[in-house]
């Protein structure tokens, strides 16, 4: 328990998640964003409502809000991080695929825009939404065989000249491939080496390749059991290699569509601690009505029932929001600090971002929650900038 502090302001919740323990009493915030105090008058019966938790961090986020973020202009992105804080996001990687060499670099031209404002608008006490982290790219270095929704006329074969020319913008911060393809592993040493994080995705890699992109310097799985060779008895494939070792982070949308909830039970069971859920939303994600026809993989893509679908009805990614995987990994998992840590902390340790645990002198990187789960307050290095 700690002691209030002068200056400092309460968020009137009746207890917080603090280190991976609920701890009773209200968090203090501090002047410059931090942690000031945790367990205040926890002793002194009810002080407010609502849990304290670290905000949500998704690694793959494709839009949101009615926004495509490939091709959004500065004021989509405003719009995209105000609704994912109102969903519990305090920190997001836009998510870019399916462009043209050029259209990548404008996407990350874009990009860097708007964190240079956000980061303005930090500085000056002022932000409006979540942060937007450097992009994932999810291509162009992809197996057809395995392409999911994507165009498979996007895809081109590992190139370092390419990657360069994409890189060089400081705003690229992990990269999906498919490290089977010729000059593969090549490209995920070299994208290690200039500080990317290197993910496996849709790929045809076997455990053998698996195992080699791991060497190599590869530290994620893109969607575990989704748009990648299958897991047999005889062929293990990147999931059996990502659960049975302990090198990989292990992407999973955990939306209640993509994955059974057996699978994912077998998930969080099997990589505990390195389950990193994500929504992988789409532009309808967000809005009150998605379940409606949008072009959000340049191919008609219609969600219906909450699900986001091709015409041939291959899943297009999904209309989730941060707050809802969580909801549905504590429903399939059944423990509230491992499902927290699923949505944030496990991306933030896989990034290298600050340590969100809600003690004092942690950035105050914090989601109120109410008692059925839902957003009530988000703030972003102490400021609020979601309050239902």
Known sequence: MSTPSAGARRLGVRTAL????????????????TVAAVGVGGGSGAVG???????????????????????????????????????????????????????????????????????????SGRPTGCRFLRAHLEGPFLNARFKGAHDERTFLDPSIEVADTL??????????????????????????????????GHSDADD??????IEAGARHLTHCWNAHRRLTSRDPGPAAVALARTHLVVGLI?????????????????????????????????????????????????????????????????????????????????DLVAAVDACGGVQRRLLGLDDVRVRPGDVADLVVLDDTMSVHRTLVAGHEVHRA
């Open 18 to 33: 603090v280190d991976g323990e609920w701890i009773a009493g209200d968090v203090e915030v501090a002047a410059d964003g």
């Open 49 to 123: 409502t609502g849990v304290a938790i670290p905000g949500l961090v998704d690694l793959q986020v494709n839009g949101f809000g009615g926004v495509d973020l490939r091709h959004a202009d500065a004021d989509g992105y405003r719009v995209a991080a105000e609704a994912l804080a109102a969903h519990g996001a305090t920190s997001v990687q836009p998510t870019f695929f399916g462009l043209s060499v050029d259209g990548y670099r404008d996407a990350l031209e874009t990009l860097a825009e708007i964190r240079t404002e956000q980061q303005g608008a930090l500085r």
């Open 167 to 200: 890189v060089s913008t400081g705003e690229v911060g992990f990269v999906t491939l498919a490290p089977e393809l010729p000059g593969g592993l090549d490209l995920v040493r070299h994208l290690v080496g200039r500080g990317v994080v290197v993910s496996i």
């Open 208 to 213: 053998i390749w698996t195992r080699a992109a």
């Open 254 to 334: 955990a939306d209640g569509v993509h994955v059974a909830d057996e699978i994912v039970r077998l998930t969080l069971h099997a990589a505990r601690g390195r389950v990193a859920a994500t929504t992988d939303a789409i532009a309808p994600a967000g809005l009150d009505d998605p379940s409606r026809s949008a072009d959000a993989a340049d191919l008609p893509i219609t969600v219906r029932d909450g699900r986001a679908t091709l015409p041939d009805g291959t899943l297009a990614g999904s209309v989730a929001a941060p707050a809802e995987v969580l909801r549905q990994v504590l429903r399939v998992g059944g």
